[in-house]
């Protein structure tokens, strides 16, 4: 297995689920046994059998793992994909916990790929975009933000066909995506990035529960890198730095904060709610912390944004499925994949509604002496 994983929690979210297999195969674990299943309706997979699929795996019939760090560098092939605009602390915390389960890491500068791209579009049009920071579009911005993301795809296949063939042993690894089912549901994931891959182990789970996750796993395992990727924002570190400082974050990018995306996949999916009947109900949910205005602006973005970017849930990886507002198209949310995302008869009806709770609050008002 490998990945373009960073010092993130989501990318650290699958280097801990891979850890703790590891943990519980080289019976590093009192009380664990190589087949063992918590799961009553899962029959219970001998040793031997688990031991048979290791060995296959490694290309080692007579292979039996004792130590979780050295099994861990045969399964897992980690890769910091690092540009000018990746800060020193995200490498560091890659690399850290790299050393601490002992996965193989790889450490690499994109660069000089996507100068090379960029250079192949300037030579045809004669044009050199530039970041927002730098003076250019918000179309420019984007398109170079996205030329980095999707260099790693093709940078993370590459190594994932040759990266054992060039250590001297057999077989391949297996990509594994790291998008979660937050940025899933906003489409806050560029096309053929890093959410494209063989597998994607945290496609289903929420963004909240991956950090609860390894929180649980720097009590257990007493991991110290995870801390520190804990405590970091989390950035996709696509735009310019700032002093050698993160100057993207990606609640700031995406305009809301994960704990609301929670909210709103549940409400999209389980209670099957459109733009109006979310707004209605998040009036009565959020009506301490938020006024009627802003209760529709939010319900509004997300709506615009999730419509607009439904479109990718198309070529989205496969994932273990592990929430109940997964929007994954394929295989559990039939909704559509094109819609008009202006929504101008439920946009219209939340409008109407704001405004007659705002003459309400005006009237009421002007009834106090």
């Known amino acids: 297995m490998g990945g373009s994983l960073s010092g993130r929690s989501r990318g650290t979210?699958?280097?801990?689920?891979?850890?703790?297999?590891?943990?519980?195969?080289?019976?590093?674990?009192?009380?664990?046994?190589?087949?063992?299943?918590?799961?009553?309706?899962?029959?219970?997979v001998s040793d031997q059998e688990v031991l048979a699929d290791i060995r296959s795996i490694v290309h080692q019939t007579s292979y039996t793992p004792r130590d979780p760090r050295e099994l861990c560098g045969r399964l897992l092939t980690t890769c910091y994909m690092a540009s000018e605009n990746s800060s020193r602390g995200t490498c560091d915390r890659a690399?850290?916990?790299?050393?601490?389960i002992g996965s193989h890491h790889i450490g690499l500068s994109i660069d000089p790929?996507?100068?090379?791209v960029m250079g192949i579009f300037s030579l045809v049009t004669g044009r050199s975009p530039a970041f927002a920071v730098h003076g250019g579009s918000s179309r420019e911005n984007l398109a170079l933000q996205n030329v980095q993301a999707r260099v790693r795809m093709v940078v993370a296949y590459l190594f994932a066909q040759l990266s054992l063939w060039s250590r001297g042993a057999p077989g391949g690894l297996l990509v594994l995506g790291s998008a979660n089912v937050d940025e899933s549901l906003l489409g806050y994931l560029t096309k053929y990035d890093c959410s494209s891959a063989d597998i994607n182990p945290i496609g289903?789970?929420?963004k909240t529960d991956l950090r609860a996750f390894v929180q649980l796993c720097?009590?257990?395992?007493?991991?110290?890198?995870?801390?520190?990727?804990?405590?970091?924002?989390?950035?996709?570190?696509?735009?310019?730095?700032?002093?050698?400082?993160?100057s993207q974050t990606d609640e700031e990018d995406m305009g809301v904060t994960y704990s609301e995306l929670s909210v709103?996949?549940?409400?999209?999916?389980?209670?099957?709610?459109?733009?109006?009947?979310?707004?209605?109900?998040?009036?009565?949910?959020?009506?301490?912390?938020?006024?009627?205005?802003?209760?529709?602006?939010?319900?509004?973005?997300?709506?615009?944004?999730?419509?607009?970017?439904?479109?990718?849930?198309?070529?989205?990886?496969?994932?273990?499925?592990?929430?109940?507002?997964?929007?994954?198209?394929?295989?559990?949310d039939l909704r559509p994949f094109l819609y008009n995302t202006r929504w101008p008869w439920q946009f219209r009806c939340i409008e109407n509604q704001v405004l007659q709770l705002e003459r309400g609050q005006q009237q009421d008002l002007d009834g106090v002496d």
């Open 13 to 44: 979210g699958i280097r801990m689920l891979t850890w703790r297999d590891c943990r519980a195969v080289g019976r590093a674990e009192p009380g664990w046994r190589l087949g063992h299943s918590t799961c009553p309706s899962v029959p219970r």
């Open 95 to 100: 690399r850290e916990l790299a050393q601490q």
């Open 113 to 116: 790929a996507v100068k090379a």
């Open 204 to 206: 289903g789970i929420s």
């Open 218 to 246: 720097r009590e257990r395992f007493q991991l110290p890198a995870l801390q520190s990727i804990l405590e970091a924002p989390a950035t996709a570190e696509l735009e310019p730095l700032a002093d050698g400082q993160v």
């Open 264 to 332: 709103y996949g549940r409400l999209r999916k389980v209670a099957k709610t459109g733009p109006y009947s979310m707004f209605c109900r998040l009036l009565v949910l959020w009506k301490d912390t938020c006024s009627p205005r802003q209760v529709a602006d939010k319900v509004k973005r997300f709506f615009s944004k999730y419509s607009a970017n439904r479109h990718k849930m198309t070529t989205l990886t496969p994932a273990y499925h592990a929430e109940s507002y997964s929007p994954d198209d394929n295989r559990f």
